[in-house]
Structure formats: structure tokens, C-alpha cells
């Protein structure tokens, strides 16, 4: 089993003291930047022996009233397009993913890496390449023309800490002092202060590209999985319990800033509670269904892009999600399993919900960005791994994806002097692009320096 490097520990280590309140965040090294979100207020209602699925942060007090016809509203108005952003966590191997088969510098680069010349299928626009075989249902998709690939993303100056650069991709920026997403930024400029499911993350606690400045966003495990768990209560206690805690929204403040907040929180996590009743699990029935088969196992995943795909099939009004992909993919050593493996529930997942958009008739909705903070090395280390790099790899997949490349395939012929692969297009155009020409947004304000990049195309053209 592939082992981190302490860089990636301390990463997310750091993330999960930023998000999980009140137990204080890990020391920061110098030069460090604090990630987005820092200081964020969860506003999530907590007690003693019970645990609440859904945490709200940022924003202002939101009234029940107002939450419920934000919601209403947004529900019921145009459908409105959804960027699901899918991280790959530690730096995945973009040598590999599409690998140049037949390049004697690969094979004398990588003599145990290399995948034999044979694997995977050809990548139809660079004959030079072909799919890593665990990226099969990509492969797929991109045959039907949805999706599109980014072969060399990335951005000048790369830096190869796990932190720094994964804090620039979130705030969309190589700048060390945003404590605001990327994301957060444009639900901050086109979102409500009365729809906390706006800005979903799909985790137990909060992704920093969703992290706002003014306008509530929310975290959920699963649409399935929302509730106030306490041990030994169920059925008709577990009803007064609820409807307890939604009572508590309104009692009177009295002009005390900690007891408004505490109602408050009390008021929207009840209201979510409420919003998502047609998701909870009955006797053995399951709390929604899906048109397709999704891969099976421990991993959450798959089950949380099916209940996505539930919740766009029932109108709720979500903008933007962010979650991470299964597999750990700082492989130092022992690359080779944990690569394949953990592209494997990926990619599987990914066609899984895209055949489920279809079905619903959502996919012309929905647009996914797989990412990851940077690529690995182009020669492999002693412990059958690689080390970090620089420029990676990353996908757009969706009914509506150019399904065309983005910047060209570097090569190995030039690498950068630390032995990386050099970008041939800059994620800070790509969140341009997303912001403009699928969001609808100007870019300006949102990605600082906007103007300076190019946009690529990312979407086919409408007839």
C-alpha cells in the first residue's frame, strides 16, 4: 500500500482542523498559507452525544421563512447548470493516466513503471498516447465525445508542496493570502443568503473551494444521511427529539448575539432536516433509488454522486459540489496498485453518474472538473513510486464537454530543470472559461488577473 509523504499529512491534517469545529487548527510552518476558510463560522447545531449530518457555514442568520421560499424559489424557477468539482487527493500521475506508449524516453525514464505499450486503448486525438486501463469508462465516455482533457494543466512557477499548490487550485489563484474559494467567490456574487444547499460539499466537512464570504454553504455526507443521531433514541422519541430542536429556533434572543446564533443554527439545520425528509431511509427501503447500477463497496463515493444525481432529480437547488475521489494518490512507493485502483472507482463512478444525468434527464445540466494539485515526477524514484511534479492532468466530463483537448501533450523530450513535465495550459483559464461560458459569470473579480488569461473551449458549440 502506497505511503504518503509527511507534506500530505500535514495537508490534510490542517483541512480537517479548519472544518471540524471547535477543535482548533494545527500549527502553521512558516511560509505556509492558512487555506481557504479559515475563520469561516460553522454555523451547525451541536450537543453532547448527538451527531448532526449537515453543517451550515458562513452567512448571515437565515429565517425559516426566507430559507423556505429561497429554496422554494430556486426550485422552482429555470434549471439552472451545476460544476461538480471531483478532487484528486496527492498529486495523481499524469504520466500514467495517459501514457505515451511507444516514447523510449517513457520506458528509460520509468523501466519498472511503464506500462506495457499494448495497455489501455488509444487516446483517438494523440496517437502518442493511450488510456490507462483502470481509466476504461472515461475512455468510453471521451468516445462519445464527452469529455474533454487537459493533458498539461497547470501554472508558472509550479510549487511541488502538496499545501501550497492544492491551496492555489482552491482559491483559483497562486496567491497565499485568499481565504476565500474560488467557488465561494461566485456563489458570494450569484448566490442567496436564504440557500445553504447552493454550495454542497459532499463530506463531512467543508472544501475549501467552496468557502464563502457572505452567503451560506453547506455540508452533507449523503442526501440519505441526514439526521440527528443519538444513541438509543428512535421512532417516537426520536420524533419529539426532532421536533424539539426545531422549536429551539424560536426562542426568544433578546438582543444575545450567542443565542441568536444558536437559534439560528437550530432554524436552518431543522429546515434542511425538512428539505430532505424524501431522502430518508424507510424501514429497509432505501432513501432514493437510481435508473443505474453505481459500483458497490465500502467507499463512499459512488453512493454520494447517486444521491447527487437524486437530489438534481428532485429539484433541490444546488449550484456547486465539491468532493474528493477514492484512492490516495501520493504514491511514493508502490504505485502501481494504488493507482489502479483507486482510478478504477473513479472512473466506474463517474460514467455511473453521467448514464444516471441521462437518464433523468439532467445531463446537459451538469459538468464535472477533475482535478488534481499537480502531476508526478517523469523518472521514477527507488521505491517503485514517483516523486512530486508539476504540470498534471485533468478532465471536464458532461453531455455539453468540448470533448476535445486542451492545451497539448508536453512530452518528455523538454522537461522543466526538476525533471517535470511543463504546463501547456493554466487551470486559472479553465476556471475563466468555467466561470463564463458555463456558470455565466464575468470572470473578473472571481479570478484575480482574469483578463490575463486565455480562455480554452470547454463546451461544444449549441447548433
Known amino acids: 500500500m502506497a505511503r ?236 419529539r427529539l426532532l421536533e424539539t430542536i426545531g422549536s429551539l429556533g424560536r426562542i426568544p434572543t433578546n438582543g444575545d448575539a450567542a443565542l441568536a446564533q444558536a437559534t439560528s443554527a437550530s432554524r436552518q439545520a431543522d429546515r434542511l432536516r425538512e428539505q430532505l425528509v424524501p431522502f430518508t431511509p424507510k424501514g429497509d427501503k432505501p432513501g432514493f433509488t437510481s435508473p443505474v447500477a453505481y459500483p458497490t463497496g465500502d467507499d463512499e463515493f459512488p453512493r454520494r454522486l447517486a444521491g447527487l444525481a437524486a437530489m438534481l432529480g428532485a429539484g433541490l437547488p444546488v449550484r456547486a459540489v465539491a468532493l474528493t475521489a477514492p484512492g490516495m494518490y501520493d504514491t511514493h512507493d508502490d504505485q502501481p496498485v494504488a493507482l489502479s485502483d483507486g482510478l478504477a472507482l473513479t472512473a466506474a463512478s463517474l460514467l455511473a453518474f453521467q448514464r444516471d444525468l441521462e437518464s433523468r434527464g439532467l445531463a446537459d445540466r451538469v459538468l464535472v472538473h477533475v482535478w488534481s494539485e499537480f502531476g508526478r515526477r517523469a523518472e521514477e524514484n527507488g521505491s517503485n513510486g514517483t516523486d512530486h511534479g508539476a504540470a498534471g492532468i485533468g478532465f471536464l466530463v458532461g453531455t455539453r464537454a468540448s470533448g476535445s483537448v486542451i492545451g497539448e501533450y508536453p512530452g518528455l523530450a523538454k522537461l522543466d530543470p526538476n525533471g517535470n513535465l511543463r504546463a501547456t495550459s493554466d487551470f486559472r483559464g479553465l476556471y475563466a472559461a468555467l466561470l463564463e461560458d458555463w456558470l455565466g459569470t464575468d470572470a473578473e473579480g472571481i479570478i484575480p488577473s482574469a483578463r490575463s488569461f486565455s480562455r480554452p473551449k470547454i463546451l461544444k458549440s449549441l447548433p
Open 4 to 239: 504518503p509523504c509527511s507534506d500530505f499529512s500535514r495537508t490534510d491534517l490542517l483541512r480537517r482542523g479548519l472544518a471540524e469545529a471547535g477543535r482548533g487548527l494545527p500549527a502553521i510552518e512558516p511560509g505556509m498559507p492558512l487555506p481557504a476558510g479559515t475563520g469561516l463560522s460553522r454555523r451547525s447545531f451541536l450537543a453532547r452525544g448527538a451527531g448532526l449530518a449537515l453543517a451550515v457555514y458562513g452567512g448571515h442568520a437565515v429565517l425559516p421563512r426566507l430559507l423556505e421560499d429561497g429554496i422554494a424559489a430556486s426550485a422552482a424557477g429555470p434549471s439552472k447548470r451545476v460544476l461538480v468539482s471531483v478532487f484528486l487527493e496527492g498529486g495523481a500521475d499524469s504520466l500514467s493516466m495517459l501514457f505515451p506508449a511507444d516514447d523510449p524516453l517513457y520506458r528509460r525514464l520509468r523501466p519498472r513503471l511503464a506500462l506495457p505499450a499494448s495497455a489501455g486503448t488509444p487516446f483517438a486525438e494523440d496517437t502518442r498516447l493511450r488510456w490507462h486501463p483502470s481509466l476504461a469508462p472515461l475512455s468510453t465516455l471521451h468516445a462519445e465525445g464527452k469529455v474533454t482533457v487537459l493533458p498539461g494543466v497547470g501554472y508558472t512557477g509550479p510549487d511541488q508542496s502538496h499545501f501550497t499548490s492544492r491551496h492555489f487550485w482552491e482559491v483559483g489563484a497562486t496567491n497565499q493570502g485568499l481565504r476565500t474559494g474560488w467557488l465561494g467567490r461566485y456563489l458570494d456574487r450569484v448566490g442567496s443568503p436564504d440557500n445553504p444547499l447552493q454550495g454542497l460539499s459532499l463530506e463531512s466537512r467543508l472544501q475549501p473551494a467552496l468557502a464563502t464570504a457572505s452567503v451560506p454553504v453547506a455540508s452533507i455526507d449523503a442526501p440519505d444521511r441526514y439526521d440527528f443521531w443519538t444513541r438509543g433514541v428512535w421512532g417516537d422519541v426520536e420524533k
